[in-house]
């Protein structure tokens, strides 16, 4: 069962990350009196660190047992532990590691200095997601590309097809670095809330057409995937500009 797409609109970029990060933190609260550990699965991109200098900054963040988040993430470039692009970075760089979560379970992605090549990295996250990912992500965030990809699935690449597995080797990503590790839809498909975090008139097309009644998510990802529970479209007023008015 997948819940129906529900957007949100905020005024600008800043507003959505300041009132994505507040209902994370509650979102999280919530998810921690269910089960022991919250199991968070971040994003790269302006929006993924946008989020997180964000939650350095809601009041209730105290409130959150930050010992008892896993943290993941959706994707990972296939680059060497501190490189400045690589998306754990970004969001360290953000704040991440500001937050009091406890590193042995904060899940990076390899990097070539670990793992021969990208599908060794791939196959070492999918272990150990499985060790620890329980069965279901209480939140996935994504940010979402001009052309509709979410994580590092993008339109018509073969990588999306990738069945029976939990994460992938990307090569010849159309969004530089060429190569990454990204979960696959399968993995994406156990999520209780998948939100979306989309700013910028640049994202207008990507976003209508995402939420386009019948669009395939071969032709544009990000419609591709839905939480059990809750999928948000947390977007500013720039991004929902494709968008009808609410009726
Ligand atoms: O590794 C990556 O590049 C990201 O995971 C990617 O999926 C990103 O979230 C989108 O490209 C949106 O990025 P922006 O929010 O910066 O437009």
Known sequence: MS???RVVV???KQS?????????VTAIIDAQ???PEAQLALTGGSMGSAIIASL?????RSAVDWSRVRVWWGDERYLPAGDPDRNDTQNDEAGLSALGLDPAKVHRVAGPEVSENAEASATAYAQTVREHGQKAWDVVLFGVGPDGHVASLFPHHPAQRI?????VAVHDSPKPPPDRVSLTFECFDRSHEVWFLVAGDDKAEAV???LAPGTDRW???AAGVRGTDATLWLVDADAASGLGSPD
């Open 3 to 5: 819940a129906e797409p």
């Open 10 to 12: 905020h005024p600008d």
């Open 16 to 24: 959505l990350a300041d009132a994505a990060a507040a209902r994370l």
């Open 33 to 35: 009196t269910r089960r």
């Open 56 to 60: 350095a900054k809601v009041p209730g």
């Open 163 to 167: 069945s029976d597995a939990i994460a």
């Open 208 to 210: 209508a057409a995402a």
């Open 219 to 221: 032709d544009v990802p």
